[in-house]
């Protein structure tokens, strides 16, 4: 499913098959998880299918950031067994939450 909010600086994709259209200069990747389990896998790709983000929550109530160096082609979360993955856009003013 498309995400609709793909204008602001922080884009929430809470569902599996969510996916970003167009290049995206992305800053990092936080996933928050307050209910995952040991063993919850997050599986992010981009257009080509290559892996961007891949990672196993070893610890309930999880919460992991992921440094992006590059663009990203059609970014798609392809396997999510729970929480939220939050996408922080780079901005011209560096500015970051």
């Not at 599996?16 to 919850?40: C, F, M, N, P, R």
């Not at 440094?67 to 059609?74: A, F, L, R, T, V």
């Not at 929480?83 to 970051?96: C, D, E, N, Q, R």
């Amino acid at each position: 499913m498309a995400v609709t909010q793909e204008t602001y600086p922080i884009i929430k994709m809470a569902t599996e098959a969510d996916q970003l259209a167009g290049v995206k200069d992305i800053d990092y990747l936080h996933w928050v998880s307050k209910g995952a389990t040991v063993g919850d896998d997050l599986l992010v790709v981009d257009d080509d299918d290559n892996v961007v983000w891949e990672e196993v929550a070893d610890v309930v109530n999880f919460s992991r950031i992921h440094i992006i160096k590059h663009p990203i082609n059609k970014l798609k979360i392809t396997t999510m067994d729970s929480g939220t993955l939050y996408v922080i856009k780079k901005t011209p003013f560096g500015w970051s939450p």
